[in-house]
């Protein structure tokens, strides 16, 4: 981990909002510092390790008009942080391969040649250019050793090995590696406050490191969570409404609790299974595939006008959660709803 008596003021601030790969962010920051960006650069790494950030990042510096280079107080750095810089282009594949074209790469070329709208720089993203056909490479190298001095190019890829040795050769190639699970997991934790360490540490040991396949498996484990808590609700509101009274009922739910993006998750499935009980309510059972008990029991004990009354009424409740419908208010409605007969 970077400190103050190894790394510049710059290389600091990049380490704050960038994980491990101290190599490269000392690099960058002593470039960022010293204002002495270079006309190209090619950031390789595997998928996950962060190339798209580290690429806005070395945008960043080189478009800060900051007292101290990357502090963030200038209107570049807060035009940056919003996504919505004049002098930043992004270059991206297109078609079956996702290849940036060789169309794609002379409208850039073009673009290069014109000063830059509020920035000293004009800077381009060329995003995953491992697909890059040798003959949009071509084309690019011309502007590449041509470059008007405002202009800086920053290529993304896999490997620089899938460039051409003309292009390769004329870039600053910056690797980014798998981070240590240890620092991984700290920068993880601080970045999602509802994931602990232990978690995120567990998480990236099992990804060797990468950061962005440890989040896309966090997200899915929580995902999984999230969509097993709403199945066990709605189950237990299902059981109640078929086999229980009123008040074991407005126990389950009351199941929701406080939380707003699961009683969603609710309404949802509770639409899903009453649908499938008005199937059965009208005979068509067997067109459904393994209905529940308690579904089955449902369209038999409700006529289909019931069904569809509840089924509108927990869609607008639904509606309700989104203008902000406080839960204790959602979680009596809900219970009401569903106990109705007529």
Not at 49 to 64: Q, T, Y
Not at 101 to 115: N, Q
Not at 157 to 174: D, F, K, P, Q
């Amino acid at each position: 981990m970077l400190t103050a008596a190894d790394a510049c003021p710059a290389a600091l601030r990049i380490a704050a909002s960038f994980c491990g790969n101290d190599d490269a962010v000392r690099a960058l920051g002593d470039m960022a510092q010293s204002r002495r960006i270079p006309h190209a650069f090619i950031i390789e790494g595997a998928d996950g390790l962060g190339k798209s950030s580290f690429a806005r990042i070395a945008a960043a510096g080189a478009l800060c008009g900051c007292h101290e280079p990357l502090a963030g107080d200038c209107p570049h750095c807060r035009k940056m942080r919003e996504g919505i810089h004049p002098d930043l282009t992004y270059v991206r594949g297109s078609g079956k391969i996702n290849a940036i074209s060789i169309d794609s790469v002379r409208a850039m070329r073009r673009e290069a040649l014109i000063a830059p709208n509020e920035a000293a720089r004009r800077v381009f993203i060329l995003e995953d250019c491992d697909n890059m056909l040798p003959a949009a490479q071509n084309a690019f190298l011309k502007i590449f050793e041509e470059a008007p001095p405002h202009a800086v190019f920053i290529m993304t890829c896999r490997s620089a090995m899938n460039l051409l040795t003309t292009v390769r050769s004329r870039g600053r190639i910056m690797t980014l590696h798998p981070v240590d699970p240890a620092e991984g997991a700290a920068f993880i934790a601080g970045k999602l406050h509802a994931c602990g360490r232990e978690a995120a540490f567990d998480a990236l040991s099992r990804c060797g490191g990468n950061i962005g396949e440890a989040l896309r498996l966090l997200g899915s484990e929580k995902a999984s969570e999230e969509a097993a808590r709403a199945e066990a609700v709605a189950g237990g509101i299902l059981d109640a409404m078929a086999g229980g009274g009123e008040l074991s009922l407005a126990v389950r739910c009351a199941g929701c609790g406080k939380d707003r993006a699961l009683a969603g998750a609710v309404c949802r499935l509770l639409c899903e299974k009453l649908r499938c009980a008005l199937m059965a309510a009208v005979g068509a059972q067997d067109t459904l595939d393994a209905p529940e008990e308690p579904v089955l029991r449902l369209g038999a004990s409700l006529s289909p006008q019931e069904i569809i009354g509840m089924i509108d009424e927990i869609n607008r409740l639904g509606d309700m959660l989104r203008i902000n419908i406080s839960m204790p208010l959602f979680n009596t409605r809900l219970a009401i709803i569903l106990s109705r007969r007529k």
